[in-house]
């Protein structure tokens, strides 16, 4: 039975217009963060698991963006940009009582912050001189370092679980539509060193997730498919072991497995559960819908979780039985629950 038939809606799902979505899961799988306009612009707010107790975090002119909790679960950390102002924030959010903290605004763009994993740093890209970087500070924002250097364009850092490096996209060109895959190590303490490590991947590369215990990625990359009876140009989800060299050098991959294996017209957002086990993703299936899959690394075969409708973007619940992803029907985009019927 498709675990579609398990799927609750937890926002508004009556096809009120409007969009709820960028979710996700608090450290200790209690409640969820995301992002809502039904108060007049994006804003961040807070629920329970099960849709219950909402409310409004963010309550400025500014909209806000891409929350992410704090590995400790008592703050989020979110973007910003005043229009009035035209400039761009970095703050973070204490859950508990809503306390905002800016941690830095700029008038030229700032992307995406992400937490280290033990909370004590935060990773993110920043426009400077015309240019994108990778930028790293402490999270009371303090001692702002510069970790890329270069002309190319570099955005979405994603830190290893272990802390121990970094990946991020680099759009040589400035196109930020052809992009490659870089990683990041540190030779000195403090992430202070850093060490530029290129893979020699496939094009137009887009990483999403690393696994739990850091020897796999999976992404998104861009190849010859067959899938629609014709051979086209389209988007799919990957799974590779990763590789890191002992000094300076590219990283090196290996098993590598396109996870729709033919099933679908295109695929992206692939995600592991919390045991790495298995892998949830959002696909374009051969009926033009937005559909969930569910690939399961042991045997790799894949399958589909929903039947109808346009579903992306699945997060993992802590406890890698339930799956928060985002609901298009109506004329309204919603987050929904699924449990997995294992």
Not at 318 to 340: A, C, I, K, N, V
């Amino acid at each position: 039975m498709p675990a579609w038939k398990n799927s609750t809606a937890l926002t508004a799902g009556q096809g009120a217009q409007g969009a709820r979505l960028g979710g996700q899961w608090s450290p200790d799988g209690r409640r969820i963060a995301y992002v809502s306009d039904e108060s007049g612009s994006n804003q961040v707010w807070l629920m329970d698991a099960d849709g219950g107790n909402k409310q409004q975090l963010t309550q400025d002119s500014a909209i806000h963006a891409w929350p992410q909790w704090q590995p400790q679960g008592q703050e989020l950390v979110v973007w910003s940009y005043d229009e009035a102002a035209k400039s761009h924030a970095i703050k973070t959010i204490n859950c508990q009582n809503g306390a905002e903290k800016t941690l830095l605004r700029s008038q030229e763009h700032l992307d995406r912050p992400v937490w280290s994993p033990d909370g004590r740093w935060l990773a993110y890209a920043a426009v400077a001189g015309g240019n994108w970087d990778i930028w790293l500070m402490r999270a009371d924002g303090s001692d702002r370092r510069q970790l890329t250097h270069d002309a190319q364009m570099e955005t979405n850092p994603l830190w290893r679980p272990d802390g121990k490096a970094l990946a991020y996209k680099v759009a040589p060109t400035g196109e930020y539509n052809l992009t490659v895959q870089y990683f990041m190590t540190f030779a000195g303490p403090e992430y202070s060193t850093p060490r530029i490590h290129p893979w020699n991947g496939p094009e137009a590369v887009q990483m999403n997730a690393w696994s739990p215990d850091g020897n796999s990625i999976v992404y998104t990359a861009e190849v010859v498919s067959n899938s629609s009876g014709k051979d086209r140009v389209s988007y799919v989800a990957m799974v590779s072991d990763i590789g890191f060299p002992a000094a300076d050098g590219p990283v090196h991959t290996s098993n590598t497995v396109q996870l729709s294996q033919g099933c679908t017209l295109g695929d992206r957002g692939p995600v592991f559960s919390p045991d790495g086990t298995s892998i949830a993703y959002w696909a374009w299936d051969k009926n033009y819908n937005a559909s969930l899959w569910l690939y399961e690394r042991a045997t790799q075969t894949n399958r589909p979780l929903t039947e109808t409708g346009w579903a992306m973007y699945p997060q993992w619940h802590p406890d890698g039985e339930r799956l928060l992803f985002e609901q298009y029907q109506g004329g309204s985009t919603d987050l929904w629950l699924l449990q997995l019927d294992k």
